[in-house]
């Protein structure tokens, strides 16, 4: 066969696109397989003890069997798929809820209850195992301004409270602080806060951090704010004599400014670029997003079409970097207007109506942010956590199956393929699908045999690399 272009120059030009192709593969890597929290709780600092997290669980269970005594209430109350076809009568909800129980689960998925029921239970569990997966100590709006002198004690304290955590092993398995902006009023502030939290943490733990410990910085505009937080890192570093790059930090996308900058162009992915690898997440702050575009208070939701605009320009400027990205907070807290034990039938008809409202509310901005593509988000009271499970296990339950055999298709497609040794479309489509079933398994959505339906093996799951799992089955 002849073939009309010199092989030298061909070359050549072949080296030259794959120097351009690596540059880019190491700006989009994809997807990172590590865990993803799939919601921050915000608490403020002069608040955080030890047990904050454990109590926050006891008090989210006491909320969901109080409002949701069983999964056929919360099943009505959000509509899940199959609701219309569950029992009203106690009795019978009874009868159906001890059948369930004993049918095996593979049985147990041919009965119209079996989401419902299956969430429900879910949730329970997650309650009572770890009912907050991350927790920010908030410095700043949860917070607020106080004097200098409060500040630093709380600050102090806040430290304390943490390592005894630690040492208890009662905090979330994600945890740090948010400090206040680097804007330059209150930069000053906001560096003090660190030092003081930071390096009295330190001397608690004998130089320890806590595990998948974060720095969050606020109200993010340019990117010099984040080299100034990269700078002290590495100082702080030097000082108490970390590991270099040990801390890591996130940013927060709440100013017009993250999402537009004054050229038109949108500055987030440099921004995150000033972070030399430490930035790890970029969160969205509904609330003073929405005000930073004129929004009136009272219009000031998850829902607002202003944080649909400034979330599709974040996914389009990260996408593929391997940043996380976390959605706001409901501002809707299901918690009823009247207190005390000795309520009234109407008193007691208006907390569950309000409560159920609420949940409504919170599930469906959760499930939105996860249609969305935002598989994290914020939550500001322990009463919130059921719904964020709930929302997150009916969303990966009603998505399990297409995604079992949509993966299962392509492990044997990509099985054949490798044979051609043309993996690497393979690798970067089938992460996306891999990275489904790495976040329903760390949520507690499904088990480890469940993922396994895929036809991978619980190997190279865990591998949480499709790449290396064909690279491993094309050696085989």
């Known amino acids: 066969m002849k073939l009309s272009i010199p092989e030298n120059e061909?070359?050549?030009?072949?080296?030259?696109?794959?120097?351009?192709?690596?540059?880019?593969?190491?700006?989009?890597?994809?997807?990172?397989?590590?865990?993803?929290?799939?919601?921050?709780?915000?608490?403020?600092?002069?608040?955080?003890?030890?047990?904050?997290?454990v109590k926050m669980g006891e008090i989210a269970l006491k909320n969901l069997q109080t409002y949701a005594p069983n999964f056929v209430v919360l099943a009505n109350v959000l509509q899940l798929t199959g609701y219309e076809y569950l029992p009203r009568?106690?009795?019978?909800v009874e009868a159906l809820t001890n059948k369930l129980n004993k049918i095996p689960a593979a049985e147990r998925k041919q009965e119209p209850a079996w989401l419902s029921y299956t969430v429900y239970n879910k949730i329970i569990q997650k309650l009572q195992t770890e009912a907050v997966e991350d927790f920010r100590i908030d410095f700043e709006d949860g917070f607020g301004n106080?004097?200098?002198?409060?500040?630093?004690?709380?600050?102090?304290?806040?430290?304390?409270?943490?390592?005894t955590g630690m040492k208890n092993n009662t905090i979330s398995p994600f945890i740090g602080i948010r400090i206040k902006p680097f804007t330059e009023d209150?930069?000053?502030?906001?560096?003090?806060?660190?030092?003081?939290?930071?390096?009295?943490l330190l001397e608690q733990t004998h130089g320890v951090l806590p595990n998948n410990f974060i720095v969050m910085l606020p109200?993010?505009?340019?990117?010099?704010?984040?080299?100034?937080?990269?700078?002290?890192?590495?100082?702080f570093e030097k000082a108490h004599q970390l590991t270099p790059r040990s801390l890591k930090m996130e940013i927060m996308v709440e100013a017009t400014q993250i999402i537009m900058d004054e050229e038109g162009r949108n500055p987030l992915w440099r921004i995150i670029k000033a972070s030399e690898g430490r930035c790890i997440a970029a969160h969205f702050g509904t609330y003073d997003?929405?005000?930073?575009?004129?929004?009136?208070?009272?219009?000031?939701?998850?829902?607002?079409?202003?944080?649909?605009?400034?979330?599709?320009?974040?996914?389009?400027?990260?996408?593929?970097?391997?940043?996380?990205?976390s959605d706001g907070a409901t501002n809707v807290m299901p918690i009823g207007p009247h207190r005390g034990e000795a309520l009234t039938f109407?008193?007691?008809?208006?907390?569950?109506?309000?409560?159920?409202?609420?949940?409504?509310?919170?599930?469906?901005?959760?499930?939105?942010?996860?249609?969305?593509?935002?598989?994290?988000?914020?939550?500001?009271?322990?009463?919130?956590?059921?719904m964020r499970y709930a929302a997150t296990y009916n969303f990966f339950l009603n998505s399990y199956e297409d995604a079992v055999f949509r993966l299962r298709t392509f492990v044997e497609r990509a099985a054949i393929s490798t044979l051609t040794k043309d993996i690497f479309d393979d690798a970067a489509t089938g992460q996306g699908l891999l990275n489904f079933f790495l976040k329903a398994m760390n949520c507690g959505a499904i088990t480890e045999q469940e993922a396994t339906a895929t036809g991978l093996t619980m190997e190279e799951i865990r591998s949480r690399s499709f790449y290396r799992i064909l690279e491993g089955r094309r050696k085989v």
């Not at 209150?186 to 009295?200: A, E, N, Y």
Request: net charge negative; hydrophobic share 35%.
């Open 10 to 53: 061909k070359q050549t030009l072949l080296g030259q696109l794959q120097t351009a192709n690596l540059r880019f593969q190491q700006t989009y890597p994809g997807d990172k397989p590590d865990r993803q929290p799939i919601h921050t709780v915000y608490g403020g600092a002069n608040l955080f003890k030890a047990d904050t997290c």
């Open 89 to 92: 009568h106690q009795h019978e």
């Open 146 to 163: 106080r004097p200098d002198a409060e500040e630093d004690a709380t600050a102090v304290q806040a430290a304390q409270e943490l390592a």
């Open 186 to 200: 209150l930069k000053q502030r906001g560096v003090r806060t660190l030092d003081i939290f930071l390096s009295t």
């Open 219 to 235: 109200k993010v505009t340019i990117p010099e704010q984040v080299v100034t937080l990269v700078s002290l890192f590495d100082l």
């Open 289 to 325: 997003y929405t005000a930073s575009c004129g929004i009136t208070a009272k219009y000031q939701t998850m829902a607002h079409p202003v944080c649909d605009f400034a979330h599709h320009m974040t996914k389009v400027a990260l996408a593929g970097t391997g940043i996380f990205l």
């Open 346 to 386: 109407e008193q007691m008809t208006e907390n569950r109506e309000s409560v159920h409202q609420a949940w409504r509310t919170g599930f469906h901005h959760t499930m939105h942010s996860l249609i969305n593509g935002f598989y994290q988000g914020w939550d500001l009271n322990p009463a919130q956590l059921p």
